[in-house]
């Protein structure tokens, strides 16, 4: 099974502070997505990736930004933050093709005063 | 743009009974693969069951599900409710080809003695 793990865990950041959420995935999976969770919204895609080299926006990447330097990491840059950013977020990764199930990381909350 | 609708943000139910979550989709594109996620309390989101089959019943621990393109609806369903279904049920569509896909807004389910 897909190994996905997401650093830090907790996150406290200040206004108009920067954040690095940092992804890890250990199956060799070609892509990788970045989401946020939020209550009465679900599940909402920030940016995602192809392969290393590779980000595409999401249906919200206002505000972020992201990072994929190799096949096994993936980042999400907050490079001012704000308190609308405040959420949980999730990485995930999965092979190629519409089918294709995708495993979650543990999920990382942030909260931005 | 591709869309699901979960019309329901909380079920509630008692054990034994039987569960219906609801899941309507919108896209053009005419072969989508739709896809049951669940999440329980302080876990991520994992794959439950997924199908691109229309008028095909798939099933997995219990639960099942048919995609019926005529009425663009992917319910989720099982005959009797436990403890353990407690949880936070996504509907997800791939339809583009991109590799994206969209989550519904969720349903949690509660299901007490």
């Known amino acids: 099974e897909a190994a996905v793990t997401q650093s830090p865990r907790n996150k406290v950041a200040v206004t108009g502070g920067k954040v690095t959420l940092s992804c890890n995935q250990t199956?060799?999976?070609?892509?990788m997505y970045w989401y946020r969770q939020d209550t009465g919204h679900g599940l909402r895609l920030i940016h995602y990736?192809?392969?290393?080299?590779?980000?595409e926006k999401g249906d919200i990447p206002d505000g972020y930004k992201a990072s994929r330097p190799s096949q096994e990491n993936f980042s999400l840059i907050l490079e001012l933050a704000t308190p609308s950013q405040t959420s949980v977020y999730f990485c995930?990764?999965?092979?190629?093709?519409?089918?294709?199930?995708?495993?979650f990381g543990p999920g990382t909350r942030l909260t931005v005063l | 743009g591709d869309s699901v609708t979960q019309t329901e943000g909380l079920v509630t139910l008692t054990e034994g009974l039987p569960v219906m979550l609801n899941c309507t989709y919108q896209?053009?594109?005419?072969?989508?693969?739709l896809f049951w996620y669940v999440q329980h309390l302080n876990e991520s989101p994992r794959l439950l069951l997924k199908?691109?089959?229309?008028?095909k019943r798939t099933e997995h621990q219990g639960f099942h599900a048919t995609l019926h393109k005529s009425s663009s609806s992917f319910h989720l369903q099982k005959s009797s409710a436990q403890l353990s279904d407690s949880a936070l049920y996504y509907c997800?569509?791939?339809?583009?080809?991109?590799?994206?896909?969209?989550f519904g807004s969720g349903t949690r389910l509660l299901v007490s003695p």
């Open positions: 995930a990764s999965g092979e190629g093709g519409v089918y294709a199930e995708q495993f």
């Open positions: 199956n060799n999976h070609n892509n």
């Open positions: 990736s192809y392969g290393a080299g590779s980000t």
């Open positions: 896209t053009i594109y005419s072969n989508p693969f």
């Open positions: 199908s691109f089959t229309d008028n």
């Open positions: 997800a569509l791939s339809a583009t080809g991109g590799y994206k896909v969209v």
